[in-house]
C-alpha cells in the first residue's frame, strides 16, 4: 500500500489547477443509463472512485471509454439491458446507489444492492426510497439489496424531502426526467454538483426549473438524447488547497478555482485571516498575517460550510491563534482525523458532534492513519508545516478523491513524495 511523507517546511508558492469535481461526476455518469445516445463528459478527474463508477456501469452494460488521458468519458448505454448492480462493487463506493433511479427510468425495474454504512456514518437510503415510491416505486430490502419496480412507469408527484438530501435529490432528478408528467421536489439540496446535473440533464433534453433553489420542478418527457458535458470544477479539492497557504504560508492561486462554488466556506476564510482574491484564471489565497485566528465552524448544507471540508478546516485550526469549536452536523462519526491530529501534538477535544481546538505554535511530524477521504487531506495538511517528517498510511483513501496530491503540492515548493511498498 502507498503512503505519503511530508517533510514540513517554509511557505508555498505557485499555482493548482483544480480538477473536475469527483461528486458531480459520480451523479454524471449514471445519467448515461436515460438515454440510447452517447454521453460524453470532459474535465473528468482521474480518480479511483471514477473507475469505480466506469466498473459499476459496465456490468448494467454501458460502454464507456476514456480518452485524453481519462480526463473525457465517452458512454453509451445503447445496449445497457442489466438492471442489477452488484454488491460486489456497490460495497466499494456508496455513491453506487446513484444508479437507483436512472435504471428504474429506463427499465421499469432495479435491484441495487445497499451500500451499507461506511467511515463517516450508517449512510442509509430512506429519503431515497421514499421519493421513489412517491413516484409510484414498489421498493423493497431483500438479502441487502433493494428491489424496486414501477410498472407502467414513474409518475411525476409532489416530493418533499425532510433533509436536503444530496443523493436523494439526484436520484430523484434523475429518475424524474423520464417519468409520466411533473415532479415538484421540495427542500432539494442546492450543491453546486446538483446545478451541474441539471445543467447536463438539460443538454439532454429534460425539462427542470428550479436547480440551485430549495424546489426543483422536473416534467417528464418520453426520452433523452445525448450530449457533451463539462464537469463542474471541484470544490472541495479548491477549498482543500486554499487551505494550504492557511498552514504553511506563502501565496497559492488554484486555476479554475470559483469563489461562487464555495458558499460560506470564503467568508470563514476571511475571518480567520486568509485574503482570497479573484483572478482571471481562478483564486489567488494567502495569509494577511504570520498565523490564522481561530474560528468557529458549523457544517451544514449548502450554501453553509460543507462537511466535506471539516477535516481540513480543524488541521488549520491546530495552529491557530485562539481556541476553534467545529460542530459537525450532517455526518454522525465523521472526526476520525482528530485522533491523528492529536498524535501530531494538536490540542482537541471531541464530545460527540462538536471538536474544541485550542492552537498550538507548531505540530510534530508522526506516523499517522487515513481512515477516510477528507481525513487523509486534512492530515498531509497538517503536515506540511508540522516539525520533522510525518508519514501518512493508507493513501488509497486519498487516490479515492485527489489526483495525484503530492504532484500538486510539491509543484507548490513542499517537500512531499509519495512512496509505494516496493519501492
Ligand atoms: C454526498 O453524499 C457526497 N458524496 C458526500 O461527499 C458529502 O459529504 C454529502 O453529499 C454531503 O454534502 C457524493 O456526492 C458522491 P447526503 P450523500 O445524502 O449524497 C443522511 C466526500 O467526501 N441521509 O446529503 O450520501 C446521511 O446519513 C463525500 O466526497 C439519510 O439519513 O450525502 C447523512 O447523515 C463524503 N437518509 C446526511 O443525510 C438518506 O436517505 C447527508 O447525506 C440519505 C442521507
Known sequence: MDRIVVRGGGPL??????????NACLTLMPATLLSEEPLTLTNAPRLSDIRTMTTLLESLGAEISTMQDGKV??????????????????RKMRASNLVLGPLL????????????GCAIGARPMDLHISALEAMGAKIELKDGYLHAKATGGLKGAQIHLEFASVGATENT???ATLAKGTTVLSNA?????????VECLRRMGAQIDGEGSGTITIQGVDRLHGATHPVVADRIETGTYMLAPAIAGGTIELIGGRMGLLGAFCEKLDACGLEVVETPKGLRVSRRNGRVDAVNVVTEV???FPTDLQAQMMAVMCTANGVSVLEERIFENRFMHAPELIRMGAQIDVQGGTATVTGVDRLKGAQVMATDLRASVSLILAALAAEGETVVNRVYHLDRGYERVEDKLSACGADIERVSDHD
Open 173 to 175: 432528478v434523475m429518475a
Open 73 to 90: 468519458l465517452a458512454m453509451s448505454s445503447h445496449d445497457a439491458d442489466n438492471p442489477v448492480a452488484d454488491y460486489d462493487i456497490v
Open 105 to 116: 427510468a429506463r427499465h421499469g425495474h432495479a435491484v441495487v444492492s445497499l451500500p451499507g
Open 189 to 197: 439540496a442546492r450543491e453546486p454538483e446538483i446545478v451541474d446535473l
Open 302 to 304: 449548502f450554501p453553509g
Open 13 to 22: 508558492n505557485g499555482s493548482i489547477t483544480v480538477s473536475g469535481a469527483k
